[in-house]
């Protein structure tokens, strides 16, 4: 269908999304000729019209009352949830791809590598027994860096870790070319990957492939004494057998933003354990400003041409 315009651009949100107001605001900033609703604001003339909608989480029972409704621009760069809530659906979906995003990754990647990298974990259980020994140094150039996933995300993360020193890999599903980066590519590179990683990176999508990709065999093929930084999402990772790991001694610590269930219930071990740093899912969040200048640039092209950003493709899950 072409688009028309004039018709209302919704933002729909999980119900007790807070920052609701904020993102009409920011995004009406970005296109002031566009109509930005708040979905709830909406009467049935809006609803009865509208063909593309701006998305948070949204309900689908909410989407289920657009009937015009073509395709759907999350504010999110992660899309599981969203193909996962809505099934089998005749939506176009679209997710946010935002350098400053990619840049803001980058940035945590690079910051709690060199934390790593430079035996901060060890150094605080050291304080902590009033311990003083300084460890052996080991430069950028002797430390290697595996990163999963070599998208918008992983390829920034690579080059600011190359412009640090670190010797840096990647793994895809489609072998890519990185000036600098040792890129491995599809199952069966894999293992060769992990057995030349100190500081892996997970920087994947959640998908059928990925969930539980990080199991006791992967762990295994990293060398003794590795650490694991996940960003991604919780469920690649087998919690039962990073515990064991890290109980073993085979992984010396792990960084973790992201968990199956958020926020991670207080009784789960991860609060715990000394191998573990926690952190409350805040590697790479949205920035409100240029995401709602990137969905704006997508919006007035479809207007404009009738031509959709990149969608996502439903079966591959990403
Ligand atoms: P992206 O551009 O879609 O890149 C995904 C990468 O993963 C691609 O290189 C892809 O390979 C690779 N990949 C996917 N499935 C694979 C498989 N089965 N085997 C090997 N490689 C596979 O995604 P992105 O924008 O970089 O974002 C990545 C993820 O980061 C998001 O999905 C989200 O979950 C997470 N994230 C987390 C935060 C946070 O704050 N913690 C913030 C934003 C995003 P190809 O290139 O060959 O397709």
Not at 300 to 308: A, T
Request: glycine share 6%; hydrophobic share 45%.
């Amino acid at each position: 269908m072409k688009p028309t315009s004039n018709t209302p651009i919704p933002f729909i949100a999980a119900a007790n999304y807070a920052q609701t107001g904020a993102w009409v605001d920011a995004l009406q900033a970005a296109m002031p000729a566009e109509r930005i609703i708040a979905f709830d604001a909406m009467n049935d003339e809006d609803k009865a019209t509208c063909q593309v909608a701006i998305v948070a989480n949204p309900n689908p029972a909410d989407l289920h009352q657009l009937p015009q409704l073509q395709w759907i621009h999350s504010v999110w760069a992660g899309v599981e949830r969203l193909v996962a809530d809505l099934g089998d659906t005749h939506l176009k979906i679209v997710r946010l791809v935002d350098p400053q995003l990619a840049n803001t990754m980058a940035e945590a990647v690079l910051a709690w590598t060199l934390y790593l990298h430079r035996d901060m974990p060890a150094y605080a259980k050291q304080q902590a027994k009033q311990i003083w020994q300084a460890l052996e140094y080991v430069r950028p150039q002797q430390r290697r860096i595996g990163l999963l996933g070599l998208g918008a995300l992983g390829e920034a993360a690579a080059v600011s870790l190359l412009r640090a020193g670190f010797q840096v890999a990647g793994w895809s599903r489609h072998r890519k070319a990185i000036d600098g980066v040792n890129c491995f590519a599809g199952a069966d590179e894999l293992p060769a990957m992990l057995a030349q990683t100190d500081i892996l990176v997970c920087l994947l999508p959640l998908t059928p492939d990925t969930r539980g990709l990080l199991n006791a065999v992967a762990l295994t093929a990293l060398p003794q004494g590795a650490s694991l930084i996940n960003f991604a999402r919780g469920a690649i990772v087998n919690d039962t057998d990073l515990h064991a790991a890290l109980d073993s001694g085979h992984l010396a610590h792990a960084v973790l933003d992201v968990f199956e269930v958020e926020p991670l219930p207080v009784s789960q071990w991860q609060w715990q354990h000394p191998g573990i740093t926690l952190l409350p899912h805040c590697s790479a969040p949205t920035d409100r400003q240029t995401a709602s200048q990137i969905v704006a640039g997508n919006i007035l092209r479809y207007r404009q041409s009738g031509v959709l950003p990149v969608t996502i493709d439903v079966q591959r899950g990403y």
